[in-house]
């Protein structure tokens, strides 16, 4: 089977660092992603992790670890811009077959 | 980046009745995919389309209710065939393009179907 688990909600402070994480259980391993969306608007890409150890682009950073089945999105510098939905995905076949998890919800108070 | 449309962007249709969703890219690509995304949900994969070549459905989805055409590399189009409320969703066409080091995913803005 093919299983991917995020927290439902999470809140933060404007300033503050938020780490989202992701794990996943499937029958294969071809990459996973990080999507934001924003409500009523489509999922932008945010980052894609093939190997071990962490991808760093600007004020978001993604993590993976392949044998734990575990991933995390560090947002720092928190904006209230960045209240949104954030999406682990991964695709388990070459080529084909993405898997979406839940999604997590992320309030940024000031 | 590239740049995805879809037609129409939202629509409301009968029950019983077909609508096709059309999704054109600014680029050539080789992988499109369509997927549905449900009130307050997460995404859902219905089905690959590749150029050249029948669609690829996911468990759940099958062609007769969903089918899809890809003529070129940069259209695809998605038709919900003998609509039911439970089909009222968002649905999403998405591309792949490759780099040297990574796959990044684009989507357009999605098509807002409520069946009543």
């Known amino acids: 089977g093919q299983n991917i688990d995020q927290p439902t909600e999470m809140t933060a402070t404007e300033g503050a660092i938020v780490q989202i994480n992701c794990t996943y259980q499937?029958?294969?391993?071809?990459?996973l992603f990080w999507y934001q969306q924003h409500a009523g608007e489509a999922p932008t890409f945010l980052s894609y992790?093939?190997?071990?150890g962490l991808e760093e682009k600007g004020r978001f950073s993604s993590f993976l670890s392949r044998s734990k089945g575990y991933s995390y999105l560090l947002l720092k510098e928190l904006q209230m811009k960045d209240s949104a939905s954030y999406l682990c995905a991964v695709r388990d076949n070459y080529g084909q077959n993405f898997v979406f998890g839940p999604g997590t919800r992320l309030s940024v108070l000031p | 980046s590239a740049v995805i449309s879809q037609k129409p962007s939202r629509d409301i249709c009968q029950r019983g009745t077909s609508l096709t969703i059309q999704c054109q890219v600014d680029?050539?690509?080789?992988?499109m995919f369509w997927y549905r995304q449900q009130p307050g949900q997460s995404l859902t994969l219905i089905a690959t389309a590749n150029q050249g070549s029948e669609a690829t459905y996911e468990s759940g989805f099958v062609i007769d209710k969903f089918p899809i055409s890809r003529p070129n590399l940069t259209f695809s189009t998605l038709t919900v065939s003998n609509m039911s409320p439970e089909d009222s969703s968002i649905y999403l066409c998405?591309?792949?393009?490759?780099?040297?080091?990574?796959?990044?995913?684009?989507f357009g803005p999605g098509t807002r179907l409520t069946v009543t």
């Open positions: 998405s591309v792949e393009e490759s780099t040297t080091t990574s796959y990044e995913q684009y």
């Open positions: 680029s050539q690509v080789t992988m």
């Open positions: 992790n093939v190997l071990d």
């Open positions: 499937t029958s294969g391993f071809n990459g």
